[in-house]
């Protein structure tokens, strides 16, 4: 056995295997636990331990339990009734047969209001235990055939439900006792019975539980046709069309009255002094004592308006006739019957027409109302008759009059309610403003009618629509037993006691209004939620990327769950709610912001005392959109523009750094080129070379046009392929070497000829390593050129001339650095030894820059 | 048939030992019959091996039957069926109802005695707590015991095929009479 308290659980093994009958605490807040099958165990805070206390140790099967008024313990036994004080001193004492007990198998037990103990007996039905007198009565005795006692509950104060396997009884105060037919779908043996605040009765039957609607009684007289009701001298009168009968409040037996008379009765009115006062279809009034069952019959002849009269109603020793045609008002002195009448008919006295008046009401505050037929609301007041405007308002949204009014009935503070077409229901004050608008939808008003708990009753056709004074409605319609309820028009009447009958053609219905209850509400419970961060109901702060939004609620309404409808609405999102039977709903892609969602459930589709469930939720923006994100990508966008043009200036300038260099090395080239001494040189060795041998003149000339053709044609590129440079470089060193003879050695080593590079680049180093050294045939000067994969290696032996060439300015070389530095990260290598002037060229391999 | 005695013996030893010295009246040969009523059919059927005690001291008793020992029936095979397919007397041969008698009564004092017995009645292998309304008529030295009471077929998970609905009552009476003798005190 487990049992949780206070979020505690207490395990319990030694309870295990026997049924719990029940959980007690009492005033000391001590846990008492009692079993069917194990006795009775207390609970110290730590362990449970059985009560041995004399012969408690000996009772193993406790039905039921109960803490009294004076903190005792009952304890219902197959041995009768234990009564146990747990408290110092400990006590025992017992109530069986002797004292009175109908019978020792005790099953049921009930602490009523006032002190009293209900007992459910096995075999004997009902007792109770009167606390003031210390005994025992039996309340109502069971034929054995029904069963025993399975459950008790208090119902209305002075009233307590018994039920049986078979039966349940509803016993009231003054003794009386009524057993209710169970309806055929209850097959089963009742299990369980429980009354709730709401005056709903619960029965558990099989696997199934049924619901009764206590607030609501009904009577079937076995005549039809009902159109009338009044109470008077303990009965309730019955307006037929048959004629007039009577029926016993208590034991509802019903006579017939006034059997000679043919009268089919449209309305009743009973007069401060009990006099009935009769309205028939066509056959004028009569007043009937029920007393001493003496009648007055009243017509046309004697001055009504109209023989067919749809209501009466009254003050004092004055009643007002709506008829077929116009009103009458009659007034009489003392009694009745002692032929003092006058009749009044405001055709005369008002010039009132000759309309058909469906409703009269006396208002408690003198003044007498009437409603037409077409003609609208008309107020009789200190002795003056009028039409009665009613101003139009906002709330109805309507200019129109109404025109046609069926019922009327007195609101609180001087104010009355009107029904008029189309289930309309207005509210008016005193001075004819509209208080409040009512349009009901399930069809047409038949009457209105106050109970004595200020609860304002329409009937309609689909059931009865009872608002409190809390504005709060509750409609009862077929699954409070209203089915094919076919109401007659202003068939009501209020009883004494503020309860209301009301006609239902061959049924009364008796309205018992209930204590004051403002738990008529659907209770709204969450089912699931995602994201779960919304359980809880604080404020949840939900990631722009997750914001899924998936609420499933219901509404909680057993006395009829299908009738319960929804409205949501998404503050935030949704303009207006959104109603709806679903039992979810569902929001995707909220944009950032805060959202609080609504869900209201209601069994009557008047959601204004609603029960709410509400969630309240701020969608985050996502991180592009948060200051940080903004402001940081600002600053990024920024430096990287700035970086950006910043070094594409620097570009810009390199590039044109480079342009320059290389405008320069082209004009110095071509300065070298076109030196007037190589060109001087070059044409001295060709005048040799003509006389001696022509052919190789003509091949010297070849050369040398070729070799100016390459600086032409290549020295505004950039790069050129390292074959077409070495191309140029052998007609150079041809050309050189017509000059020097064999004083100039030139050695070739190629193991490779591709790529690209700086164009007369190893032109410019060969012409420096002849400007430089000296070039003679003591000293011959032999230059190597080695090609590799990735260099262009250009050397020397230093033997420098012994007047430095003037014309040097070293500017060739630095530029050809210069220029390399744009082209490429690998550097020029100058290598200056003791006796070798060496440079290595890089080859480049990418792809020839733009 | 001998298992079953021991049984009902044991049971009645430990009585007699739990109250010291015990008036232990006895049967094995009381009558039991059923009748079912249902649209279709009547079933009856009868057996006379019915054993019982009763501790007049404690005021406790014993009794169980053989489902075997049952005759009657309309014909061989509804009989077979009953043992077989609805109380399945493989497996739960007998039927027990073993408990307290409520009211305070002196069963050895001759008079006729209206009470109520509350016990475990278990059919078909599934236990039922039941309160039932029995006459003992004592003489001093035997009790004669009579009984009539329903058994709803869901108490004891019987379960009847849908075919044979209206052949079977979904309640079965039950009538019980025996005398009980007091055995004589070692």
Known sequence: ?850 | MIKLVSIVLLFAMALTKANGQGNIFSTQTGTISFISEAPLEIISATSKKMEGVIDATALSFAFAVGIRTFEGFNNGLQQQHFYENYLETDKYPTATYSGKIIEHVDLTKPGTYQVRAKGQLNIHGRSKERILKVELISTGSEIKVSATFLVPLVDHQIEVPRIVNQKIAQEISVAVHGTLTLAVKP
Not at chain 1, 69 to 79: E, I, P, S, V
């Open chain 1, 1 to 850: 056995m487990s049992a949780h308290g206070n979020g505690k659980h207490i395990v319990a093994d030694s309870l295990r295997g026997s049924l719990i009958s029940g959980l007690l605490f009492n005033d000391a807040d001590q846990l008492f636990i009692t079993t069917y099958g194990k006795g009775i165990w207390k609970y110290d805070g730590d362990t449970f331990k059985r009560v041995g206390f004399r012969e408690l140790a000996q009772i193993d099967d406790i039905y039921d339990a109960l803490f009294d008024l004076q903190g005792r313990m009952w304890l219902a036994t197959d041995n009768g009734i234990w009564i146990y004080q747990p408290g110092a001193p400990e006590s025992l004492s017992h109530i069986g047969q002797d004292q009175g007990l109908p019978d020792e198998i005790v099953t049921q037990l009930e602490l009523a209001v006032n002190g009293d103990i209900w007992i459910g007996l096995y075999d004997h039905g009902m007792a109770c235990y009167t606390i003031d007198r210390d005994t025992v009565v039996s309340l109502r005795s069971l034929q054995t055939s029904i069963g025993n006692v399975i459950g008790l509950c208090k119902g209305r104060p002075g009233e307590g439900w018994m039920a049986t396997e078979k039966s349940i009884v509803r016993y009231n105060q003054d003794g009386s006792s009524k057993e209710i037919k169970l309806p055929s779908e209850m097959k089963d043996r009742v299990g369980s019975l429980l009354y709730d605040i709401s005056g709903n009765l619960w029965v558990a039957n099989g696997n199934k539980i049924f619901v009764a609607n206590t607030r609501f009684e009904f009577t079937e007289p076995g005549i039809s046709g009902i159109q009338a009701l009044a109470v008077s001298n303990n009965q309730i009168w019955l307006g037929c069309e048959s004629g007039l009968y009577g029926m016993d409040q208590q034991h509802r037996q019903i006579n017939r009255y006034l059997a000679n008379e043919k009268m089919n009765i449209l309305s009743m009115y009973t007069d401060d002094a009990g006099m009935l006062w009769i309205g028939t279809f066509g056959q004028g009034l009569y007043c009937f004592d029920p007393r001493t069952k003496r009648h007055l019959h009243l017509t046309e002849k004697n001055g009504l308006s109209n023989n067919s009269i749809l209501n009466i109603d009254g003050h004092g020793e004055t009643i007002w006739l709506a008829t077929l045609g116009g009103i009458s008002e009659i007034s009489w002195k003392g009694n009745p019957f002692n032929n003092d009448i006058s009749i009044t008919g405001f055709n005369d006295k008002f010039d009132f027409p000759e309309v058909y008046v469906y409703d009269v009401f006396a208002g408690p505050d003198g003044r007498v109302w009437f409603g037409t037929d077409g003609k609208g609301l008309y107020v009789y007041e200190n002795g003056q008759f009028r039409f009665f405007e009613t101003k139009a308002d906002t709330i109805a949204q309507t200019d129109d009059q109404p025109k046609t009014i069926y019922s009327i009935a007195a609101g609180q503070n001087n104010t009355i309610w009107i029904s008029g077409v189309k289930g309309q229901i207005l509210q008016l004050g005193e001075s004819g403003e509209i208080l409040d608008h009512f349009q009901g939808n399930q069809g047409l008003i038949k009457s209105l009618v106050l109970s004595g708990a200020n609860e304002m009753l329409m009937i309609r056709e689909a059931g009865i629509h009872v608002m409190n004074r809390f504005g709060q409605s509750n409609l009862y319609a077929e699954s409070s037993g209203l089915n094919s309820f076919t109401p007659t028009i202003n068939a009501t009447v209020q009883d004494k006691d503020g309860s209301v009958w009301i006609a239902d053609t061959d049924k009364i219905l008796h309205y018992i209004p209930f204590r004051e209850d403002t738990h008529q509400q659907v209770r709204m419970h969450l089912l699931s939620i995602s994201p779960t961060s919304l359980l809880n109901e604080q404020f949840a702060l939900l990631k722009a990327d997750s914001n899924f939004i998936n609420i499933r609620y219901t509404g909680l309404w057993y006395q009829d769950p299908a009738s319960v409808s929804y409205r949501y609405r998404l503050i935030g999102h949704d303009q207006n709610w959104i109603y709806t039977q679903d039992l979810g709903a569902v929001y995707s892609n909220l944009s950032p912001g805060q959202y609080t969602f609504i869900v209201e459930g209601s069994h009557n589709e008047d959601f204004s005392n609603a029960q709410s469930l509400t969630r309240q939720f701020v969608v985050s923006p996502p991180f592009y959109l948060r200051w940080w994100f903004i402001t940081g990508t600002c600053l990024l966008i920024t430096w990287i523009a700035y970086t950006y043009i910043t070094a594409r200036i620097k570009r810009i300038n390199k590039l044109h750094e480079l342009e320059k260099e290389k405008t320069m090395l082209q004009l110095h080239a071509i300065q070298a080129q076109v030196n007037p001494h190589f060109l001087f040189n070059s044409f001295n060795t060709l005048a040799g070379i003509i006389e001696e041998n022509q052919e190789a003149a003509v091949d010297y000339v070849d050369q040398l046009s070729g070799f100016f053709r390459g600086v032409l044609t290549h020295r505004n590129a950039e790069l050129i392929r390292l074959e077409e440079e070495l191309e140029m470089v052998r007609n150079y060193i041809y050309i050189l070497q017509k000059r020097y003879g064999n004083n100039l050695r030139i050695h070739e080593n190629i193991a490779h000829a591709a790529g690209w590079i700086a164009p007369l680049s190893i032109q410019l180093l060969v012409e420096n390593a002849i400007k430089h050294n000296i070039v003679s045939a003591e000293k011959p000067l032999s230059i190597s050129i080695v090609v590799d994969q990735e260099w262009v290696a250009v050397s020397n032996p230093i033997q420098p001339k012994i007047n430095a060439s003037t014309e040097s300015t070293g500017f060739g070389l630095s530029s050809l650095v210069a220029r390399y530095g744009y082209l490429t990260d690998r550097k020029i290598e100058i290598r200056k030894e003791e006796n070798t002037f060496a440079v290595r060229i890089p080859i480049l391999y990418n792809d020839k820059p733009v």
